[in-house]
């Protein structure tokens, strides 16, 4: 049997941790500045970190990476949008803005590249539109969370110029850098890794903490919970499926349509609570990230799933 993914159990505890002891007053402050800064050392690593040759070796391949594009900028929003209309009383408001927040957000660029791998698919393709994927999600995401959850007035000229300050402006310097900068990073990727999955961790634990000390969860039961795991599972099921059909339809090989279903599938742990944490109010932060994480652990499990099954396809040479 499979031991647990560290980084999933880390997870989970962080969410305990801030339910049963929740940083309050003084503390709470402290957190505030701490994750701040933190998030911006991550998105200044994620610009040292993510290679622009990369991106441009694999570009050519615009059929695949636009389409990747499109299920994690268009296809997510739409299909969140339509399961809010649909089932719009399965889930408290706040929640539900959780999930609509998920859907605007790029795809992950670890996982998406070392599941692609486990299933012989094109990796450098992975890689470009992973890497392509974060890079238009820090100027897409926040357009899509204003134009999806407009109603809500999520969005505001302070939430510009802190999407600028904490999240663009670190990335921009570290594309700057990166020439001086990625052998060095390159080196030391494992504890870098180390550093960045702390830091989500902790921005995890402080917006928890908030979310505890409103109440979250004597507004949220385990019905609640199960309902938005359901959620959280058809939403990636529908994306997984058009996909695949996206794939077929464009003629795709194996190894193509491997890039398109596991990277137009994810969403962005990384990306998404560092930018939950700068886009929504700390009453409201809890409640958003909650349909992420569980999101990111349904997202693991099942996507694994299927790079195995690719993998015996491959094998048995069908």
């Given amino acids: 049997m499979r031991k647990p993914d560290p980084f999933l159990v880390a997870l989970i505890s962080a969410v305990v941790l801030a339910s049963l002891f929740p940083a309050r007053d003084e503390a709470t402050v402290f957190l505030g500045y701490l994750t701040d800064?933190?998030?911006?050392?991550?998105?200044?690593?994620?610009?040292?970190?993510?290679?622009?040759?990369a991106v441009v070796e694999n570009i050519r391949n615009w059929k695949l990476q636009g389409l990747v594009l499109l299920c994690s900028f268009i296809?997510?929003?739409?299909?969140?949008?339509?399961?809010?209309?649909?089932?719009?009383?399965?889930?408290?408001?706040?929640?539900w803005q959780g999930v609509l927040f998920l859907c605007c957000l790029p795809s992950t660029v670890q996982s998406s590249i070392a599941l692609t791998s486990m299933a012989g698919g094109n990796v450098a393709a992975s890689i470009?539109?992973?890497?392509?994927?974060?890079?238009?999600?820090?100027?897409?995401?926040?357009?899509?969370?204003?134009?999806?959850?407009?109603?809500?007035?999520?969005?505001?000229?302070?939430?510009?110029?802190?999407?600028?300050?904490?999240?663009?402006?670190?990335?921009?310097?570290?594309?700057?850098?990166q020439p001086f900068l990625h052998a060095w990073a390159h080196?030391?990727?494992?504890t870098i890794s180390i550093l960045d999955r702390s830091s989500i961790l902790l921005v995890v634990y402080t917006a928890f903490s908030h979310a505890v000390v409103l109440g979250i969860w004597s507004h949220l039961s385990s019905r609640d919970l199960?309902?938005?795991?359901?959620?959280?599972?058809?939403?990636?099921?529908?994306?997984?499926?058009?996909?695949?059909g996206l794939s077929r339809i464009c003629g795709f090989s194996s190894r193509d349509e491997v890039s398109l279903v596991l990277c137009g599938s994810k969403?962005?742990?990384?990306?998404?609570?560092?930018?939950?944490?700068?886009?929504?109010?700390?009453s409201i932060a809890g409640f958003v990230v909650l349909p992420l994480i569980l999101y990111h652990q349904i997202q693991l499990f099942l996507c694994t799933l299927i790079a195995r099954r690719y993998h015996q396809k491959h094998q048995s040479g069908l």
């Fill in 37 to 53: 800064f933190l998030i911006m050392a991550m998105f200044f690593m994620q610009g040292v970190k993510l290679e622009r040759r």
């Fill in 75 to 95: 296809l997510f929003p739409l299909v969140g949008t339509g399961l809010h209309m649909l089932l719009p009383h399965s889930l408290d408001e706040a929640t």
């Fill in 128 to 177: 470009c539109a992973a890497t392509l994927s974060n890079i238009a999600g820090i100027f897409l995401t926040p357009v899509l969370v204003s134009l999806v959850l407009h109603k809500q007035g999520v969005w505001s000229a302070s939430s510009v110029t802190d999407i600028a300050v904490q999240l663009l402006l670190p990335f921009i310097a570290g594309q700057i850098l």
């Fill in 187 to 190: 080196r030391r990727k494992k």
């Fill in 226 to 244: 199960v309902d938005l795991a359901c959620i959280d599972l058809a939403l990636l099921l529908i994306v997984l499926a058009a996909s695949l």
């Fill in 267 to 282: 969403k962005s742990l990384a990306s998404g609570v560092p930018m939950a944490n700068v886009i929504f109010s700390d």
